[in-house]
Nanobody
Framework: VQLQASGGGLVQAGGSLKLSCTAS????????LGWFRQAPGKEREFVAA????????PYADSVKGRFTISRDNAKNMVYLQMNSLKYDDTGVYYC??????????????????WGQGTQVTVSS
């Protein structure tokens, strides 16, 4: 099982980034998927999630209207489009998956598989 996140980097406030996560070794199509992030000195927090059927959960309030999660089952990939980035969006972003769930969760403990994380740094 492998989840590989990429696409992070350094961006100015107001800019955009698109994170990608490539999956292998499990039934991606039947998996609930999520993105979480962890800022320095803080706990990991929910950002966005998408159900097995492609419907998204309500986003975290802090990213609502700015971030969009999507999935491509044909490519075994999940994406996080991040627009209007703010300094507070800085952190390590993780993709997560659980092939046992139809409905995605905002709780990190509900995900069985995790990517290694990709760093997003937003300069003010």
């Amino acid at each position: 099982v492998q989840l590989q996140a990429s696409g992070g980097g350094l961006v100015q406030a107001g800019g955009s980034l698109k994170l990608s996560c490539t999956a292998s070794g499990f039934n991606f199509r039947n998996s609930a998927l999520g993105w979480f992030r962890q800022a320095p000195g803080k706990e990991r927090e929910f950002v966005a999630a998408i159900h097995r059927n492609g419907v998204t959960r309500p986003y975290a309030d802090s990213v609502k209207g700015r971030f969009t999660i999507s999935r491509d089952n044909a490519k075994n990939m999940v994406y996080l489009q991040m627009n209007s980035l703010k300094y507070d969006d800085t952190g390590v972003y993780y993709c997560a998956a659980d092939p046992q769930k139809i409905v995605s969760s905002l709780t990190s403990d509900d995900y069985a598989y995790w990517g290694q994380g990709t760093q997003v740094t937003v300069s003010s």
